[in-house]
């Protein structure tokens, strides 16, 4: 079967692919248990971040619900990075979610992202067009860091939210270092 052909021959990346396609929902479960720890309405928040249909709207919605409360708590910036960090994370998903792999014979996985070509005003005649980008074991390392990165601030931001409220909170490393963005896949 060919369908899976270029996952065969990139075995490593293919799993960690399928760990950032996977494991982004647990990002917004984090995100959304910051809002419900300061909103204490896990109802409601659940309901209104998840009928809506697309991550960027829920996490509008998450930052709308979330970020008053935390800047009355003196963490309104660090909401705000958070927000910004998974926002990425979205970017990071989102290069590989509708794409078609193939081996080019380059020594790196090949990808294209349909959706991109078939924004194109032009007239599309065959595929030649496609923007082709490599992504190698480096690259997606460094994007499953920088997921985990994301969740680890999330849970800070949440302990640190309930510590200023003077409730009960787990207890949690420092706050995680500043992360820069990993680079995208070119």
Same mark, same amino acid.
């Given at each position: 079967m060919n369908l899976f052909k270029a996952f065969r021959d990139f075995p490593n990346e293919a799993n960690?692919?399928?760990?950032?396609?996977s494991s982004y929902t647990s990002l917004e479960v984090d995100l959304m248990n910051c809002v419900k720890s300061v909103r204490s309405d896990l109802d409601t928040v659940l309901k209104?971040?998840?009928?809506?249909r697309g991550e960027g709207n829920r996490i509008e919605i998450a930052d709308a619900l979330g970020f008053q409360a935390y800047k009355e708590m003196n963490l309104g910036n660090e909401f705000k990075d958070a927000i910004t960090a998974i926002k990425y994370c979205v970017k990071i998903r989102n290069q590989y979610a509708h794409c078609i792999w193939w081996n080019?014979?380059?020594?790196?996985?090949a990808f294209s992202n349909?959706?991109?070509?078939?924004?194109?005003?032009?007239?599309i005649t065959d595929l030649k067009n496609m923007n082709i980008c490599h992504v190698d074991l480096n690259i997606l390392h460094d994007q499953l860091s920088y997921y985990e990165y994301a969740s680890d601030y999330l849970m800070w931001i *949440?302990?640190?939210?309930?510590? +200023? !409220?003077?409730?009960?909170?787990?207890? *949690?490393?420092?706050?995680?270092? +500043? !992360?820069?963005a990993p680079s995208l896949c070119s």
């Open positions: 960690a692919i399928g760990m950032i396609l209104v971040m998840y009928r809506s080019d014979y380059s020594g790196h996985l349909i959706e991109t070509l078939a924004k194109s005003n032009q007239k *949440l302990n640190e939210g309930l510590r +200023v !409220r003077g409730n009960p909170n787990i207890v *949690l490393p420092n706050r995680p270092s +500043v !992360r820069i």
